[in-house]
């Protein structure tokens, strides 16, 4: 029995599943996206990434000057990112 509730144990830590749901409301909102930061503001020497909002450096410094648009695509690289996580 505990080797099949390891089995289904999902891959993304709750935090990580708080940031995935944040992303599919903020993509779906036609006002400008709030920011991603989940305050843990931790790099990855690994990844290169926060390990909070799955954000590189540039996209965090980059934040307040960005458009909406460009908002919404950081936005989408989180979701992708969290994606690849799930499929590692």
Do not use: N
């Not at 940031?19 to 779906?28: G, P, S, T, V």
């Not at 305050?39 to 909406?68: A, K, Q």
């Amino acid at each position: 029995m505990l080797d099949r509730l390891l089995f289904l144990k999902p891959k993304l830590s709750p935090a990580e599943l708080r940031l995935q749901m944040a992303a599919a409301r903020e993509l779906k909102k036609e006002e400008a996206p709030i920011s991603p930061c989940m305050s843990v503001c931790r790099m990855s020497d690994h990844t290169g990434l926060c390990e909070g909002c799955f954000r590189t450096l540039e996209e965090i410094t980059g934040w307040g000057h960005r458009s909406p648009e460009t908002k919404r695509d950081v936005w989408r690289l989180i979701q992708q990112r969290l994606q690849a996580k799930l499929q590692a």
